[in-house]
C-alpha cells in the first residue's frame, strides 16, 4: 500500500470523486476493521464503528489537508476516535463529547518538519521496545482498548496516581527516544 | 525519583488527551487552550501520529459486505445503482438540510459563530506544503472577487494551475480561474458562487496553460482547503 496513493485518494474524496473513495475502502478497510475490533471486542459494534467512520472519512476529506498528519496517521486516528466514541457510550460514559482530534487543524510551516515528524514516527515501535513492559502495556491499554486511567488502575491494580504516573512517565521515555 | 517525574508539561498533556485520558475540566480546560495555541495543536497532531503506528500491530479482519453497501446507501443515497444521484441530494441526507454547512465551519473553527464582519478566507495546500495558495474572498459590500496567493510553490513547466470550488451541493466541481505564478490573483466571483462559499472545499489542480480543456479537472489534484470564517 503506496501511501501517496492514499494520500491521492483522500484529496479526491475531498473533490466528490466516489472511484477514489472505493479504492481507499479497498485498500484500508480491513486494517481500520481490525481496529474496531480490537478496541470494540464485538463484531456489530465494529461494524457499526467501520461504518461511521467511513462516513466521517469522506465527508471531512476536504479538510485533511489541514490536520497535517500523514495519510494512514489521519484515517486511523479518525477511525480510532468513532471506536472511542462508541466504547464510551456502551459503557455509559455518554456525557463526555467526542475527541476532536481529527478535526485539529495543525499544519506545519514547511516541508522539512512534516517529514521530521513523519520519520520520526516510524520509530515508535523500537521506542515501545524501550519502555518498561508496565508503562508500555498501560500506553497500548489507553490507545488500543481505550482504556481510562481508572480503567487502567484496576488492570493493573494500583492506585490512580500511581497509574498516571506510570503513564506520563511513558509518554516522556517515548518522547525522549524519539527525539534522540 | 522525585517531584519532577511527575512534572506535566504541554507535550505530555498533549500525549494524554491524544490518548483520551484527559477528562472533565482537565480536558475542558485543555480544549480551550487548543483553540488559541496553534504549538499545542501541533504537539497533540504529533501524538496523534505517533500512536496511530500502534495500529499497525493489530491484526487486519476483512469487513463483511454489506458494510460497503451500508456505507454508500449512508452517503449516496443508493446502492450499487443511481450512481448518478446528485450531490445535494447527499448533502441532504448526510446532513439535514439547511444549516449543515455553517455546522461545518462551526466545528472547524471551534464553535464560533459566522457573523457579517467576519471575513471568508482558506488556505488550499498540498499534503507535503509544496504548494500552498492562500485564498481570501473579499466581502460582498466591496466587489465580489477572490484573491489567490501562491505562497509557494507554482505550476510545472509549461503547465498552469486551476482553481476549482466544489460546493456543498454542487453536481461537480466548478473552474473559478487559472492561478499565475508569484502573484496576486484576483478572479470575479458571481453572487451564487458568493454565497456557495462558506464551508465548501476549493482545490488546486494541475492543468494544460490554457486551463482544463473539458471543464472538469484533469490532472493531479495538488491541494485542497476548506473556506473557512475568520472574525473580522
Keep these: 500500500?503506496?501511501?501517496?496513493?492514499?494520500?491521492?485518494?483522500?484529496?479526491?474524496?475531498?473533490?466528490?470523486?466516489?472511484?477514489?473513495?472505493?479504492?481507499?475502502?479497498?485498500?484500508?478497510?480491513?486494517?481500520?476493521?481490525?481496529?474496531?475490533?480490537?478496541?470494540?471486542?464485538?463484531?456489530?459494534?465494529?461494524?457499526?464503528?467501520?461504518?461511521?467512520?467511513?462516513?466521517?472519512?469522506?465527508?471531512?476529506?476536504?479538510?485533511?489537508?489541514?490536520?497535517?498528519?500523514?495519510?494512514?496517521?489521519?484515517?486511523?486516528?479518525?477511525?480510532?476516535?468513532?471506536a472511542i466514541d462508541r466504547l464510551r457510550a456502551e459503557k455509559g460514559k455518554g456525557g463526555e463529547t467526542s475527541l476532536i482530534l481529527d478535526m485539529i487543524e495543525a499544519p506545519d510551516p514547511n516541508p522539512e518538519d512534516v517529514a521530521l515528524a513523519r520519520s520520526e514516527a516510524q520509530r515508535i515501535t523500537a521506542c515501545f521496545g524501550e519502555l518498561s513492559a508496565d508503562h508500555a502495556d498501560a500506553v497500548r491499554g489507553a490507545y488500543l482498548d481505550g482504556q481510562s486511567y481508572a480503567d487502567l488502575a484496576a488492570r493493573f491494580d494500583v492506585p490512580l496516581n500511581t497509574m498516571r504516573s506510570w503513564l506520563r512517565r511513558g509518554l516522556l521515555a517515548l518522547r525522549e527516544c524519539l527525539k534522540r | 525519583?522525585?517531584?519532577?517525574?511527575?512534572?506535566?508539561?504541554?507535550?505530555?498533556?498533549?500525549?494524554?488527551?491524544?490518548?483520551?485520558?484527559?477528562?472533565?475540566?482537565?480536558?475542558?480546560?485543555?480544549?480551550?487552550?487548543?483553540?488559541?495555541?496553534?504549538?499545542?495543536?501541533?504537539?497533540?497532531?504529533?501524538?496523534?501520529?505517533?500512536?496511530?503506528?500502534?495500529?499497525?500491530?493489530?491484526?487486519?479482519?476483512?469487513?463483511?459486505?454489506?458494510?460497503?453497501?451500508a456505507i454508500e446507501t449512508r452517503l449516496f443515497g443508493d446502492g450499487a445503482e443511481g450512481k448518478r444521484r446528485?450531490?445535494?441530494?447527499?448533502?441532504?441526507?448526510?446532513?439535514?438540510?439547511?444549516?449543515?454547512?455553517?455546522?461545518?465551519?462551526?466545528?472547524?473553527?471551534?464553535?464560533?459563530?459566522?457573523?457579517?464582519?467576519?471575513q471568508l478566507v482558506a488556505e488550499i495546500a498540498a499534503p507535503d506544503r509544496s504548494v500552498i495558495v492562500d485564498i481570501q474572498i473579499s466581502p460582498a459590500r466591496e466587489g465580489k472577487e477572490i484573491i489567490a496567493e501562491i505562497t509557494s510553490g507554482g505550476p510545472r513547466p509549461d503547465r498552469a494551475l486551476e482553481l476549482w470550488l466544489i460546493a456543498d451541493g454542487a453536481e461537480q466541481p466548478v473552474s473559478l480561474g487559472l492561478l499565475a505564478r508569484a502573484d496576486v490573483v484576483r478572479l470575479p466571483l458571481s453572487a451564487a458562487q458568493l454565497r456557495l462559499l462558506p464551508g465548501a472545499t476549493l482545490a488546486i489542480s494541475d492543468e494544460p496553460p490554457g486551463g482544463s480543456p473539458t471543464g472538469l479537472p484533469t490532472g493531479d489534484v495538488l491541494g485542497t482547503g476548506v473556506v473557512i470564517a475568520r472574525s473580522g
Design chain 2, 1 to 69: 525519583m522525585s517531584m519532577q517525574d511527575d512534572r506535566r508539561d504541554d507535550d505530555t498533556l498533549a500525549g494524554e488527551y491524544a490518548l483520551g485520558l484527559l477528562e472533565g475540566d482537565e480536558r475542558a480546560a485543555f480544549e480551550a487552550r487548543l483553540k488559541d495555541e496553534a504549538d499545542l495543536r501541533r504537539r497533540v497532531r504529533d501524538w496523534s501520529e505517533r500512536l496511530s503506528r500502534l495500529s499497525g500491530d493489530v491484526a487486519p479482519v476483512a469487513p463483511p459486505d454489506r458494510i460497503k453497501e
Design chain 2, 86 to 118: 446528485s450531490w445535494a441530494r447527499r448533502w441532504l441526507l448526510l446532513l439535514g438540510g439547511l444549516g449543515a454547512a455553517a455546522a461545518m465551519i462551526g466545528i472547524l473553527i471551534f464553535g464560533g459563530i459566522l457573523s457579517e464582519t467576519d
Design chain 1, 1 to 82: 500500500m503506496v501511501s501517496d496513493e492514499i494520500e491521492d485518494w483522500i484529496m479526491r474524496c475531498g473533490l466528490g470523486d466516489r472511484q477514489a473513495f472505493d479504492r481507499l475502502y479497498t485498500a484500508t478497510s480491513a486494517q481500520l476493521f481490525g481496529l474496531c475490533v480490537r478496541i470494540l471486542k464485538d463484531r456489530a459494534f465494529a461494524e457499526d464503528a467501520l461504518q461511521e467512520a467511513f462516513v466521517r472519512i469522506w465527508q471531512r476529506s476536504g479538510s485533511y489537508v489541514q490536520t497535517g498528519t500523514s495519510p494512514m496517521g489521519w484515517l486511523v486516528t479518525v477511525t480510532r476516535n468513532v
